[in-house]
């Protein structure tokens, strides 16, 4: 007998399914509110079949045999997951009902699968993740303004073509309806974040930080663009300002940046200050966060970084840390009076912040509730999964009353298997 539940294949292929936490939880999302699910990725190391922690969901993988490094790999390797993703998509439907398509950013290249979907009748969602166009253009060197055209083209087809759109935050929502011509009724803001079952209290007061040393972290991707080479320097001119007795600053994550920040920090003899965790699983990057007294974000004042939520601003505020960060417009719509701001980034900002708050015990107590009122009330995934049910039960007209109400703990248990996702300006570590 066919199966009743309505069937959704969702498409990634920037990262496998299983490191991805934002697909996750859009899949245990799904199978919570009835839904059956099928997800089509790049092929990890493990080579699942299931999605971990889910009860049903599953993964139809394909090898990535290209890795883009230029633009002409990166074609090559878009192309390549275009028809990967087409033929397996197309596998699917001739086994069995697909109800619905979505698809996640990068790249932008699905809208052909929007035209086939729409042609049967059947909805295509366009997951937007982050901005391809003003990703190029942070990347080092000149932009070539052939390719910038082709990405602001793919990006308008993916807009254009898909029967609703999932932004990110209302940046991305004001893009869709401005840059994209979408209808403002089939753009939903679904925010990123864990869930509140997935954070544990906090390992120190937030006023005292941890017995003998306060610990800054940086968490999140070391690319060129992630600036993270100001965080470091600024450790150089914290050191200047306040000795080295009660402080620490942690470096997690990895990147292409990270061994010329391995140097830099050699080079300057501040080795004993700055320490490098490399790629940490889920359980480490919170306990690492719950011990921390400040958490920095030095993403630079690019137009990338100004429409963007940075995922890590929701992991600090997620666990009730102060954070120093540059004052770009969606940092500000997610930390609100839990960061303190400084205008260009520059390490003599970032040092003079840090010490006026390691220095105000007071001052972090007051950031730390402002942090966690924010994530409990409105930043939690709790509260992102209903919008994101809504939008589907919309779709395909479904009675929501009639199947089970999304659980308060989806995506608790796989996020943890998992650990934080790798990739763009949405991921963390």
């Known amino acids: 007998m066919a199966n009743p539940r309505p069937h959704v294949v969702i498409v990634v292929v920037n990262l496998p399914v299983e490191r991805d ?73 001739l086994r069995e009902r697909v109800d619905a398509v979505q698809a996640c950013n990068p790249p932008d290249v699905f809208w052909p699968v929007a035209l086939l979907m729409r042609a049967l009748g059947r909805p295509f969602v366009f997951d937007h993740h982050d901005l391809s166009p003003e990703l190029y253009e942070c990347k080092p ?7 910038l055209r082709v990405l602001r083209l793919f990006e308008k087809l993916s807009w254009r073509c898909a029967s609703a759109v999932v932004s990110t935050n209302e940046s991305y929502r004001e893009l869709a309806i401005s840059r994209g011509g979408c209808d403002p009724e089939r753009v939903v803001v679904v925010r990123n974040g864990p869930t509140v079952a997935e954070v544990g209290p906090a390992a120190t007061d937030p006023a005292t930080g941890a017995p ?38 942690v470096v997690a994550g990895d990147g292409d940046s990270l061994p010329e920040l391995r140097q ?14 490399g790629w940490l699983e889920a359980d480490e990057v919170d306990a690492l966060l719950r011990s921390a007294s400040i958490a920095i974000q030095p993403d630079p004042p690019t137009r990338m970084a100004e429409l963007s939520t940075m995922a890590k601003t929701v992991e600090y505020v997620a666990r009730g840390l102060p954070v120093v960060a540059v004052d770009l ?8 009076g839990a960061a303190t701001y400084v205008p260009t ?76 996702q790798h990739g763009t300006k949405e991921a963390v570590p």
Not at 141 to 147: I, K, T
Not at 219 to 225: A, E, F, M, Y
């Open 21 to 93: 936490r934002r697909v996750i939880r859009e899949c245990l999302a799904l199978e919570a509110a009835g839904y059956r699910v099928t997800v089509i990725c790049p092929r990890g190391p493990g080579r699942l079949t299931h999605l971990p922690g889910s009860a049903s969901t599953a993964i139809r993988s394909f090898p990535q045999p290209l890795a883009g490094s230029g633009v002409l790999s990166f074609a090559a390797e878009f192309a390549w997951a275009l028809i990967a993703v087409t033929t397996r998509l197309l596998g699917i439907m």
């Open 141 to 147: 060197g000149s932009p070539r303004p052939a390719v």
């Open 212 to 249: 003998d040393r306060h610990t800054i972290v940086y968490l999140g991707v070391i690319n060129p663009q992630d600036h993270v080479d100001a965080a470091v320097l600024a450790a150089e001119r914290l050191v200047g300002l306040r000795g080295t007795e009660d402080w620490r600053m």
């Open 264 to 277: 830099l920090v050699s080079q300057r003899g501040i080795s004993d200050v700055v320490r490098f965790t």
């Open 329 to 336: 417009l969606e940092t500000r719509r997610t930390a609100e």
């Open 345 to 420: 980034g520059s390490p003599d900002e970032l040092a003079k912040a840090l010490d006026q708050l390691l220095g105000d015990d007071s001052a972090r107590a007051a950031m730390s509730v402002v942090a966690r009122r924010r994530f409990t009330e409105q930043l939690a995934w709790d509260h992102q999964a209903k919008a994101y049910i809504r939008l589907w039960d919309r779709l395909l007209r479904r009675n929501p009353a009639s199947y089970n109400s999304v659980s308060p703990k989806i995506g608790t248990d796989a996020a943890r298997q998992t650990g934080p």
